[in-house]
């Protein structure tokens, strides 16, 4: 059974940064991730996808300040946040796409087969 399990979030201050990782399957090194995240009362909505050639792509909103990177040997995924703003507070899931999909950070939730339980993450002003 595929467990994706993302590291600890945490409480930061604006113009603060955070790294999330996560671990759990050799699906990370092989597969299109997705760092998704979801705010109180709105869906979940993917903000930045690698594909397995390194490939990268980003919403809009966090283009600039996040970075998504793997470490193939280590079957770990990570999301390097910089410049955090209140509005970036969410739940963070990372998720690993089924087979042979294009990987896009607009990719649906539908494109993903396997799901971490998600992490918090906090910005406060």
């Known amino acids: 059974q595929v467990q994706l399990v993302e590291s600890e979030g945490g409480s930061v201050q604006a113009g603060g940064s955070l790294r999330l990782s996560c671990s759990g399957s050799?699906?990370?090194?092989?597969?299109?991730m997705s760092w998704f995240r979801q705010s109180p009362g709105k869906e979940r909505k993917g903000i930045a996808a690698?594909?397995?050639?390194?490939?990268?792509d980003y919403a809009s909103s966090v283009q600039g300040r996040f970075t998504v990177s793997r470490a193939n040997d280590k079957d770990t995924l990570y999301l390097q946040m910089e410049r955090l703003k209140p509005e970036d507070t969410a739940i963070y899931y990372c998720?690993?796409?089924?087979?042979?999909?294009?990987?896009?950070?607009?990719?649906?939730?539908?494109?993903?087969?396997?799901w971490g339980r998600g992490t918090q993450v906090t910005v406060s002003s």
């Open positions: 998720a690993a796409a089924w087979e042979d999909v294009e990987c896009y950070s607009a990719s649906s939730v539908g494109t993903f087969q396997y």
């Open positions: 690698i594909d397995v050639d390194g490939s990268t």
């Open positions: 050799r699906y990370i090194s092989s597969r299109c």
